[in-house]
Antibody
Framework: EVQLVQSGVEVKKPGESLKISCKGS????????IGWVRQMPGKGLEWMGI????????RYSPSFQGQVTISADKSISTAYLQWSGLRASDSAMYYC???????????WGQGTLVTVSS | EVVLTQSPGTLSLSPGERATLSCRAS???????LAWYQQKPGQTPRLLIY???SRATGIPDRFSGSGSGTDFTLTISRLEPEDFAVYYC?????????FGQGTKVEIK
């Protein structure tokens, strides 16, 4: 069974750094794209970026380029989304999701809730 | 980037009725790589349709997708109680992938 298991709830202060994770299992981690999606409270889905762990190809949305970093550790089948200086406006639910080539997100993680508040 | 505009913002219907949701792209969607997702409150999105008209695994046949180029439609032939949710379209033919703003289907 394909599973994407994300790290838990985070409560941080503005300016702090954060790295959240998404561990894949039940499939070949290096054969599928892993993407990240933001959902702010009561709002819609926003595509942040996507990475192919097999060749380290990374694409960012212009809206998030330079604001976050997407990475992965193939050895432990885990993808990451990180911030170097959080802002209150980064408070949201963040989902990871798996995509085969030329196919949309067919599997989703359970989401990581990030709250940034002083 | 490809901007997707969904209409209407909210659709108020009764169980058993037909729902028609629209998704319009600012430019032609490459290879008609257009998907539809359903999201219920407190749940993760679920893939319904990919490549504009193909149902994802396990999706009931009351859900159908159509369209090409810049105009796409999701149709729910007869609404079941569990179908009341928010629906998003997404294009994945051109990076950056983009989502529409969503259509809420609510009980009338």
């Amino acid at each position: 069974e394909v599973q994407l298991v994300q790290s838990g709830v985070e409560v941080k202060k503005p300016g702090e750094s954060l790295k959240i994770s998404c561990k894949g299992s039940g499939y070949s981690f290096t054969s599928y794209w892993i993407g990240w999606v933001r959902q702010m409270p009561g709002k819609g889905l926003e595509w942040m970026g996507i990475m192919h762990p097999g060749n380290s190809d990374i694409r960012y949305s212009p809206s998030f380029q330079g604001q976050v970093t997407i990475s992965a550790d193939k050895s432990i089948s885990t993808a990451y989304l990180q911030w170097s200086g959080l802002r209150a406006s980064d408070s949201a639910m963040y989902y990871c999701a798996r995509a085969p080539g030329r196919y949309p997100f067919e599997n989703w993680g359970q989401g990581t809730l990030v709250t940034v508040s002083s | 980037e490809v901007v997707l505009t969904q209409s209407p913002g909210t659709l108020s219907l009764s169980p058993g009725e037909r729902a028609t949701l629209s998704c319009r792209a600012s430019q032609s969607v490459n290879s008609n790589y257009l998907a539809w997702y359903q999201q219920k409150p407190g749940q993760t999105p679920r893939l319904l349709i990919y490549a504009a008209s193909s149902r994802a695994t396990g999706i009931p046949d009351r859900f159908s997708g159509s369209g090409s180029g810049t105009d796409f439609t999701l149709t729910i032939s007869r609404l079941e109680p569990e179908d009341f949710a928010v629906y998003y379209c997404q294009q994945y033919g051109t990076s950056p992938w983009t989502f529409g703003q969503g259509t809420k289907v609510e009980i009338k």
